[in-house]
């Protein structure tokens, strides 16, 4: 199958072959007919599948074949600002040759900022891609028109109940017309996206592509070690790779601000990533690893979905993710070089064995288990013998909304 058989307009299908796109994915093949038909759908996959522009596609395809209304006519609800730029930045490079219009709406700019997503809401941008603290700022304003929206999409609808946003969409959605098309993507299907998809959608398509099993060219292996041995363990394992592109992903910001700090303090080419910077700085510190001005970046989960950054050598996992397919996740943000290869680096302390037991449960292989380097002392043994249930952890900052 070849994305000639949707019959797109000549505009798409034009930057299609510029883009040099032929061969629709798995997620692509299913999704793009459901949509062009104006069913409501819920859809399984993970980041990297190629669900953005399963989305994107059809609704581009329709606003070259209409025209725009005028109106604000789809409406991407995302959990990151992080995502909305990178939807937005996909979406101009689909609807080159078309007139689409589109815009990122997320918090942490100034007025000037505010003021610019007010003028493409009031005036009418065709996709406008947001979080939802940050839309419904502008909703409650009363000058968003939401009358010509003919599309809802939910992106990484799961990471957005995590957290906390399930009121702030059934509140997003009241404000919409019910003649609409419905779509909710979601990289997991736990009960709460069922409740969500029975309450918004309406005689859904259902589409389940299967968790992929990690890249076949990461090589992923292991230490054992206590916390307080994660430090130098990180440093050891760095030295003379000042040319490596790596990201060091961490659960908790304040670890993150720790490794950043004894990195830099070693001379060692790291920045970090979190919720405490402006958007500015986030923006600058992505832009400045994706142009490998900055060899390490450190962060949390907030990039571990979603973000496209080719040419990441090296994954370490400072913690094990509390959800076991986030696991796969953040590994797979290596090996998406040409040369399709990569290594994954996980610390396990004693109390993440059981967890990192059901993420080799959940790829399907065991990984392999390092000693550590001469000169650290031994670390606890790998032994599996917890029978508690894997839980997601809630942190209390899951409790009330993040900061969109």
Known sequence: MTFSDFNFEDSV????????????????????????????????????????????????????????????????????????????????????????????????????????????????????????????????????????????ILDEADRMLDMGFNEDITGIAKKLPQNRQNLLFSATMPPKIRQLSNQLLKNPVTINIAIAKPNEGIMQVAYLVHNHQKINLIKHLLSGKMNEHIIIFSSRKVSVKEITKTLVKENLPAKAIHSDLTQQEREQVLLDFKNKKVHILVATDILSRGIDIKGIDIVLNYDIPSDAED????????????????????????????????????????????PLPEGFEAGPEYKVTAKKPFHHKKNNHFKKKQKS
Do not use: W
């Open 13 to 152: 299908s034009q930057a299609l072959e510029a883009m040099g796109f032929d061969k629709p994915t798995p997620i692509q093949q299913q999704a793009i007919p459901a949509i062009m038909e104006n069913k409501d759908m819920i859809a399984c996959a993970q980041t990297g599948t190629g669900k953005t522009a399963a989305f994107v596609l059809p609704i581009l395809n329709s606003i070259a074949k209409n025209g725009s209304s005028g109106k604000v006519s789809t409406l991407v609800i995302v959990p990151t600002r992080e995502l909305a730029m990178q939807i937005d930045q996909q979406i101009e490079g689909f609807s080159y040759f078309t007139n689409a219009t589109s815009i990122a709406i997320y918090g942490g700019g100034d007025g000037k900022t505010f003021d610019a997503e007010k003028k493409a809401l009031i005036t009418g941008a065709d996709i406008v891609i947001c979080t939802p603290g940050r839309i419904i700022s502008h909703l409650n304003m009363g000058y968003f028109d939401t009358s010509g929206i003919k599309h809802f």
């Open 327 to 370: 696991y796969v996740h953040r590994i797979g943000r290596t090996a998406r070089g040409d040369n399709g290869t990569g290594l994954a680096i996980t610390f396990i302390n004693a109390d993440d064995v059981y967890n990192f037991s059901k993420i080799e449960k959940l790829i399907d292989k065991e990984v392999k288990k390092l």
